[in-house]
């Protein structure tokens, strides 16, 4: 599709995690993202999400723009079977005059039905994240009971797999684009989520135990 692959630090400024991101210093939704702080350098952290890198390659690349961003991210989270201190996500964003919200549907259905099969079915649902506006959950069918509802998705008969939405003008006015001129839609996954619900692994501690036999069965 043409978008391309870029890394970004995984210590990052408090501003490319937060602030530039229209995450203010006092604002409750930053208490989502619950962060590693550097002990010697308060202003720097352990990035908690790859959302950040938005911030790098808007400041530094014009429009249009086409850009994934995978990578490790921090949270301080007691580790369990759906938790890790440490995870995988993979950021994308779109930027151009004319974007829209349909060209992000059709992306995502793009992807989610090469990745779970194009029997499944994917529905938005609205949602809030500071960096993007509208937003919204992306749910697809649930993949073990075709939406029927069993343990796995709560009954629901829909599975969550990412947030998404338009990027919100508060982020182009930080990193200098216009945005009378330019829209943009905006993704994140969690790489450890997908693999779980696409092979049906229940615990995420397995990916980092380095026990090869687990990893050689894919
Ligand atoms: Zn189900």
Redesign the pocket.
């Known amino acids: 599709m043409g978008f391309s692959i870029i890394d970004g630090p995984e210590i990052e400024t408090e501003y490319n995690n937060f602030t530039g991101l229209n995450i203010p210093l006092e604002h409750p939704s930053r208490e989502a993202f619950d962060t590693f702080y550097l002990k010697d350098y308060s202003k720097m952290l352990l990035r908690s999400h790859t959302s950040p890198a938005q911030v790098r390659v808007m400041k530094e690349r014009k429009p249009p723009l086409a850009v994934v961003v995978p990578g490790r991210v921090y949270r301080p989270d007691a580790v369990d079977a759906s938790h890790s201190f440490m995870f995988h996500q993979i950021e994308g964003f779109m930027v151009d005059e004319g974007i829209k919200f349909s060209d992000l549907k059709g992306l995502l259905e793009t992807f989610a039905k090469a990745v779970f099969g194009n029997d499944i079915k994917m529905r938005f649902r609205p949602h809030f994240f500071p960096f993007t506006e509208p937003s919204a959950e992306v749910d697809i069918s ?18 969550e797999i990412l947030g998404s939405g338009l990027i919100h003008p508060n982020v182009f006015k930080h990193v200098g684009i216009d945005a009378k001129k330019y829209t943009g839609f905006a993704f994140g996954m969690g790489v450890e989520r997908i693999a779980m619900l696409k092979y049906g692994i229940n615990d995420i501690r397995l990916f980092f135990e380095n026990d090869l036999r687990f990893l050689r069965q894919f």
């Open positions: 649930c993949i073990i009971c075709k939406g029927k509802g069993c343990s796995v998705c709560g009954r629901k008969g829909w599975l």
